[in-house]
């Protein structure tokens, strides 16, 4: 019993080694750092990966895709490959559908239904997502009278939700849909509790 419990929690540091490092990596990337090209470029298939790592590495492959246009077709490809298992091992995983959403508008074109229909399944799966919820709203407004009813919905009512988190975040979260379909519909619900 002993024997198993310790491979067993082996196993589980294992695959945290994983994902820290590939959430290190996509530190580096965002901050300008070298170092992430390793895991951009690594050959391990995604299905050997932990759900989050396959998550993390298709990001950053994502990003390095629109900094390396020359490589964005190969880069795109493993980028969805990646994204797909993590899917698939984390159905219904908001910051999963979010990143698919990016993936796709990079891939397919921002008006495309792949790309819209990962950004409806990101908010049936997570309604509110504090760090996504910028990229979702100006992504969702710029495709505005593409969206199905619901989905516009879910928009206005994260977009009030973040006006709503702080006192810092209550213009910011108004400037997003500033002079869109959308604002008037914020407004009104902001206004309509008093806000």
Same mark, same amino acid.
């Given at each position: ?10 196993? @589980? +540091? ?8 590939? #959430? ?6 965002? *901050? *300008? ?10 050959? =391990?298939? &995604? ?9 993390? =590495? ?12 020359? #490589?964005?077709?190969?880069? +795109? ?5 990646? @994204?797909?298992?993590?899917? &698939? ?15 796709? @508008?990079?891939?397919? *074109? ?18 509110? +997502? ?10 969702? $407004? ?21 006006? =709503? ?20 519909? $914020?407004?009104? #619900? +902001?206004?309509?509790? *008093?806000?």
């Amino acid at each position: 019993m002993l024997a198993a419990c310790l491979a067993f929690a082996g196993r @589980m +540091l294992a695959v945290e080694y994983d994902v820290m490092a590939a #959430k290190a990596a996509s530190a580096r990337q965002a *901050g *300008g750092l070298s170092g992430f090209q390793a895991a951009v470029d690594s050959n =391990r298939p &995604s299905a050997e990966l932990p759900p989050r790592s396959a998550l993390f =590495r298709g990001i950053m492959r994502a990003h390095a895709a629109v900094e390396e246009p020359g #490589k964005a077709a190969t880069l +795109l490809r493993l980028a969805t490959a990646d @994204m797909d298992h993590a899917l &698939s091992a984390r159905p219904s995983w908001g910051e999963a559908e979010v990143s698919a959403a990016y993936l796709a @508008m990079l891939r397919d *074109g921002a008006e495309a239904a792949s790309a819209r229909e990962a950004l409806r399944r990101s908010y049936a799966a997570a309604p509110f +997502l504090r760090g996504s919820a910028p990229w979702r709203i100006r992504y969702a $407004v710029s495709v505005w009278g593409l969206l199905d009813p619901e989905t516009q919905s879910r928009v206005v009512d994260e977009t009030v939700w973040l006006a =709503r988190a702080t006192s810092r975040t209550y213009n910011y979260a108004r400037g997003l849909v500033a002079q869109t379909p959308a604002a008037p519909l $914020v407004e009104a #619900k +902001l206004s309509s509790s *008093g806000d």
